[in-house]
């Protein structure tokens, strides 16, 4: 049995956090809210997709 690897969304290096529902509407799950304070990489505990803010440039 084959695995699929987590879905990857690149976020904006100027968002503080994201909110993830698992998509597919009904079918998906309550909407939870993750913040970046400590993190450039936060995983949503129900469907384990993985939020990657960008680098900020300077």
């Known amino acids: 049995m084959t695995v699929k690897p987590p879905e990857v969304i690149k976020i904006s290096a100027d968002c503080d ?15 939870v809210w993750y913040s970046f304070a400590k993190s450039d990489v936060v995983e949503c505990k129900y469907c384990d997709r993985q939020f990657v ?6």
Do not use: A, E
């Not at 956090?17 to 909407?31: I, K, N, Y």
């Not at 803010?53 to 300077?58: A, I």
């Open 17 to 31: 956090g994201v909110s993830c529902d698992g998509g597919g509407g009904s079918l998906g799950h309550p909407v």
């Open 53 to 58: 803010r960008q680098k900020r440039k300077r």
